[in-house]
């Protein structure tokens, strides 16, 4: 069932067609309640929204939000009624969005903060955040090379 009145930003089909490689379509229980989380939190810029879907960027990444309602009669539907927290399991990484001040917007407005910003040993600072819907994000930045941890010594071989 669609919400939306009037035409969309462009169609549907001519939409599809700019998309390539890994796309993420995240369905959410409100288009506008997941906003604060995308915009403030992740730093996302609004591409379109309307009550049924949108599109949003950031960190020359793009993704979808779709409203659970659009998704009557598809096979995810009976899946979404009992799921508390969606995307178990699963991680969304948004390089390029500093850690630190995704977590500061976080909890300002009032979102889970699964794990502080940390330096991590693969050259990352991440975060754990979760959304409304219960996704959990992981905004992080590339260390420089002085915050990278140093290697540990070779271990002489033995003769």
Known sequence: MKLRTGD??????????????????????????????????????????????????????????????????????????????????????????DPDEAVSAARRLGHEVMLEARDKGHGVREAFLVDPDGYVWVPDIILPPERLPKPAPAKAAKA
């Open 8 to 97: 969309p930003w462009m169609r549907a089909a001519d939409y599809s067609r700019t998309l390539k490689g890994l796309t993420v379509n995240l369905l959410v229980r409100d288009i506008e309640r997941a906003f604060p989380f995308q915009l403030h939190v992740l730093g996302a810029a609004l591409v379109y929204s309307d009550p049924d879907f949108a599109v949003l960027r950031a960190a020359d990444a793009e993704w979808m939000l779709h409203a659970d309602h659009t998704y009557e009669g598809h096979p995810l539907s009976d899946t979404l009624k009992d799921a508390e927290r969606r995307g178990a399991g699963m991680e969304i990484r948004l390089h390029g969005r």
